[in-house]
């Protein structure tokens, strides 16, 4: 692909989210829809990851974009809609209490459950599954389970920084401007999520004779 | 030099990739030549790629979406149905916050926000530290700008001011009723007229203050009165009795006062009616209160008396003491001490009561006569001897080989000396005489009765020996 087709692709792009943004605007209610088709497995996943059970997750993604929908009208393009969109995010997120909600065991509990009974519905069940994918499954379903009980370690606040941060990628100055942190206190965050979520995976050993010291903490 | 702690305050800027390439590749050649780093490095690096594969694998299946639109446009379409309002202006609603209603109890909901308050802290501890007028200056400013925020939302304000502006016409409403009255009342020609001005009234007849009571157990400590009976006075009244008998009234306790009439007479001969239908005790006629019943084992007699054979005392009409008519002392009646026809005080026989209770103090009915000498049990405060003069030996005592004890009985008395020596227990060879004069040598501070220092008596031993 020419690096103007890609070009007049995205500009293509952008002109039918605009297009779509206005006629939201307007009142248009697939417009909306296809709008929010664009982005809602994004906003999905950040639920997921932040309140860590899948109903909940749905629930609060769908609150975003029932906000946004109510919203719209007032967006004035002068940001990205999804930079828009993603401080709905953010507010709704910081506005509501599931993510704190399910204990370590709960998370374990559910988890297992869930993600089995899919899992073995999906791959091992088949009649033309093969003992390797099952077996594959079945460790994937336990790193998830690893994954999810240590991010149930961190405290919202650190959880929605380390998503913002790694799985978004905005930068310590954005996270900071839309969390109403400082940008030392986002990056201490940071550095006691990445710490949490590698002690609680177990990835790795501290050798010994390195003290490890959160950026700006006393002692 | 390579500094651990410097290094890894900054691999969270080299994992997230926050540094610009210069600065990025110095860090690099930083973590390389420390192993702990370089692990401490390598770590976070494999944690984040373990997290993203896990994340990824989280998310559900592509057979999902559809339902999850379905299920969203459902919402949408409640949401239009639900707030028709929306239409008429869709463009003027404000983004807003969701209140979360939630079933947890406050005490629950508390701990979790303090606990949320504390991790907030301790995450802005340093950056405080760091600098705290710039802190201070941010926090205001966000503060700042998160109010005006939520103030400028338009029901927010609307809000605002119409609460606002129901205060005050509340307010003015009150005040101006108020003010209504005020003038209505002035201008009330009719009500006015009915007075006129009569003089001045004679200040010295409106009623002061009135004084506080002095403190006092009714009739046995502080304070005027005395007695449970009557009005605040102080308590009148006494009697005495005796039985003819030579001998002065044998030292004992007694009789308890009664409202009623005297049946038996105290004695310290027991009643002689066997198998009486009726028990009865002696007792004198008084308020109970002033003349409480003793209930010590004793005979009854003169608390005071020195004498312990028994005796009612030379008075007349039964009873006790010097007196006549069953009471108990020098008066006449059937009540206590000096005084005529019953209670206690002195005087013709009167019921009183006294004020409000206090916590210390034995009467002021009957009057305290503090020029006479206490017993240490009577004092509020006992003498303390400062100085005890040695009484030394005398030569014929050691000549003789004298030892023991020499037994005085004093007053110390409340001008500071030590007066009416009397010998209770005498040694020979001029013993007895050294114990007086070292008696009489003694210094000490009184005692003290109601903050009075007063007259004590005392008994003191000297120990002779030979060693």
Known sequence: MSIESTLREGKQALTSESELIRRAQAGEREAFCQLARLYERRIYALALHYCRRPEDAEDLSQEVWLKAFRAIGGFRQQSGFYTWLRQITINTFLNDRRAETMTRDEVRTRVRVDSLSEMLDETALKPDARHEEAENGFHKMILVERVISALGELTPQQRLVFLLKHREGMTCREIAESVGMSIGSVKKSLFRSVHKLRAEMGVGVVAEDCVVLAAGEDG | ?467
């Open chain 2, 1 to 467: 030099m390579h500094d651990c702690d410097v290094t890894q305050e900054m691999l969270v800027d080299l994992l997230f990739d926050e540094l610009d390439e210069g600065p990025r590749r110095s860090l690099l050649d930083d973590v390389r030549v420390c192993a702990g780093c370089t692990e401490q490095y390598r770590t976070m690096t494999e944690t984040l790629r373990v997290f993203d594969n896990a994340a990824d694998a989280a998310l559900p299946a592509e057979s999902f979406w559809p339902g999850y639109e379905e299920r969203l446009s459902v919402r949408m379409a409640a949401e239009i149905q639900l707030s028709l309002w929306q239409h008429i202006a869709p463009t003027e609603r404000a983004n807003f916050n969701v209140t979360i209603l939630e079933d947890d109890g406050v005490a629950r909901r508390l701990i979790r926000e303090l606990r949320a308050a504390a991790l907030a802290s301790q995450l802005t501890w340093p950056e405080f530290k760091r600098d705290p007028f710039g802190f201070a200056g941010r926090s205001v400013t966000a503060y700042t700008e998160v109010a005006w925020r939520f103030f400028s939302e338009r029901n927010v304000a609307l809000a605002t001011a119409s609460s606002f502006a129901l205060i005050f016409f509340i307010v003015g409403g009150v005040f101006a009723l108020e003010m209504m009255g005020r003038s209505a009342s002035s201008t009330d020609g009719a009500a006015s007229s009915d007075y006129k001005f009569a003089g001045w009234v004679n200040n010295s007849n409106i009623p002061r203050e009135q004084e506080k009571p002095e403190e006092g157990t009714p009739g046995l400590s502080k304070g005027k009165g005395g007695g449970s009976q009557g009005e605040q006075k102080r308590a009148s009244g006494g009697g005495g009795g005796g039985n003819q008998s030579l001998l002065p009234t044998s030292i004992g306790k007694h009789a308890p006062g009664r409202m009623e009439e005297q049946i038996i007479a105290p004695s310290v001969r027991q009643p002689t009616v066997e198998n009486p239908k009726l028990e009865m005790s002696a007792s004198l006629k008084g308020d109970p209160l002033l003349i409480p019943e003793d209930m010590r084992h004793l005979p009854f007699g003169n608390p005071d008396s020195l004498s312990t054979t028994p005796s009612d005392g030379p008075g007349s009409n039964g009873g006790q003491g010097s007196g006549s008519n069953g009471g108990q002392g020098s008066g006449d009646g059937k009540g206590y001490g000096p005084g005529r026809n019953g209670n206690i005080g002195g005087g013709d026989e009167g019921y009183s009561k006294g004020g409000p209770s206090g916590p210390n103090g034995r009467g002021a009915a009957p009057p305290v006569d503090y020029k006479r000498n206490f017993r240490i049990d009577e004092v509020s405060r006992r003498a303390i001897i400062t100085q005890k003069p040695d009484p030394g030996f005398t030569e014929d005592a050691r000549k003789n080989g004298v030892t023991g004890v020499v037994r005085l009985k004093a007053v110390l008395s409340a001008n500071g000396t030590v007066t009416q020596i009397s010998v209770i227990k005498g040694l020979p060879d001029g013993l007895t005489e050294r114990a007086i004069q070292a008696a009489q040598r003694i210094r000490f501070q009184p005692a003290l009765k109601d903050d009075r220092p007063v007259s004590q008596w005392i008994t003191l031993e000297y120990n002779f020996n030979i060693y």
